[in-house]
Each structure stands twice: as structure tokens, then as C-alpha cells.
């Protein structure tokens, strides 16, 4: 036997469900962090006015929609990276500090991410919640050392791409390291399949005092 809907409505029409769902939209909306709600094939459901005023998107063009149709592929997917781990794991990923590409421009956010459930334990989704920490990080001094650890990456990459073998590789990636990110000596050791735990030098770059 099937429940029946309560399809009950006040003098303008409007279904209790309606009427609830607005009264969540107007609660989420008055929350100055940023708050959305996806399914579990990563699609926004629900997204709030803060999250709206981030990425400088109206909520109509937003809701139904997955990273993948707001961003570039690659930017798309690496987002999505611990979206998917929280909804195969069950598991809350929090304190993620990532950088969001947006129309207003680059901002650091912490986010926590946690699984939605349905009535019976299922994961159905998951919920995130969003903090602006660009002006924090900018009084911090933090956000030049993300920037550099940034450009390290992208140049190792690069450097990836181009490498003619292994070894020159890893040679490459220590003098970035020096450059970028203001170490006097960087280190890579290859670690050996024997009983002594060998610990081969494979690449260095710097100087030791």
C-alpha cells in the first residue's frame, strides 16, 4: 500500500513542500558561508546566495548543473576528487583549502564536505560548506607561499613533459623546488628493494651549509 502525498496548499496554491522548501532556500540564503547540495552523479540541487555571489553564476544556471558544465574539464574533475571520495566512502572530508576559479577572479576557500543520507543510511548526495579565506590568507602571508608552491607544480609538470629520462626528471624537479619555493637544498632519493632499506641519491639541487 502506497502513502499518499500531502498535498494540502494555503490561498495561493502552494503545496506544504513548497512552502517548506522556501523556508529552507530563505534560511540558507541569510548564512554568509557558502553552502550547496549535490546528487550523487555530482550535479548542484541547491546552492545558496553566498555560493551564487563566489562564482558570480545566477542560482537558475547553477542548480541542475555539474562542475563539468561550469568549468573546464580538468578544472572540473579536480574539484570533483573529493566530492566522489565522500560519496563512495561515507567519509566527511574537512578543512580542504583549495583555490576556486571564478568570474570575480581566484579565491581561497576552506571547505567541509560531509555525505547526505536518505531515511534509510543511504548516500544520496553530499552537503559543502564554503569560507572565503583569501583575505586571511593575504594578512597571513600565507597566500604568496601557496602561490609559489602553485607555480613549483606547474613547472614540474611542465618540466614532466619535456624530460628526455627518469633521472632528468627528478633533476629538474629539485632545482624547481630551490627556485620556487625558497629552499637552499632540495633531495630525492630512490628507495632500493633490498634488506638494508637502501636509499639511492637519484637527483639534488642547492647547497648544503
Not at 96 to 113: A, L, P, Q, R, S
Not at 121 to 146: M, P, R
Amino acid at each position: 500500500m502506497q502513502g499518499k502525498e500531502n498535498k494540502s496548499s494555503d490561498s495561493s496554491g502552494a503545496t506544504c513542500t513548497d512552502i517548506r522548501q522556501s523556508e529552507l532556500q530563505t534560511i540558507i540564503d541569510l548564512v554568509p558561508a557558502m553552502i550547496f547540495y549535490k546528487d550523487t552523479k555530482n550535479r548542484f540541487l541547491k546552492v545558496n546566495r553566498a555560493f551564487c555571489e563566489l562564482m558570480g553564476i545566477q542560482k537558475e544556471k547553477l542548480e541542475g548543473k555539474s562542475l563539468l558544465e561550469i568549468f573546464p574539464e580538468k578544472e572540473g574533475n579536480g574539484y570533483s576528487k573529493d566530492d566522489l571520495e565522500v560519496i563512495s566512502t561515507g567519509n566527511a572530508k574537512t578543512g580542504i583549502v583549495e583555490v576556486m576559479h571564478t568570474k570575480n577572479g581566484d579565491v581561497w576557500v576552506k571547505i567541509d564536505k560531509i555525505p547526505y543520507l536518505d531515511p534509510v543510511g543511504k548516500i544520496i548526495g553530499i552537503i559543502g560548506f564554503a569560507v572565503d579565506i583569501t583575505q586571511s590568507l593575504l594578512s597571513e602571508g600565507y597566500l604568496k607561499q601557496f602561490n609559489r608552491v602553485l607555480r613549483a607544480i606547474s613547472e614540474s609538470n611542465r618540466a614532466l613533459t619535456h624530460a628526455k629520462s627518469e633521472i632528468d626528471y627528478l633533476q629538474r624537479a629539485c632545482e624547481i623546488i630551490c627556485k620556487e619555493c625558497g629552499y637552499m637544498l632540495a633531495w630525492i632519493g630512490l628507495a632500493e628493494n633490498d634488506a638494508k632499506k637502501t636509499v639511492r641519491p637519484a637527483a639534488s639541487a642547492g647547497f648544503e651549509e
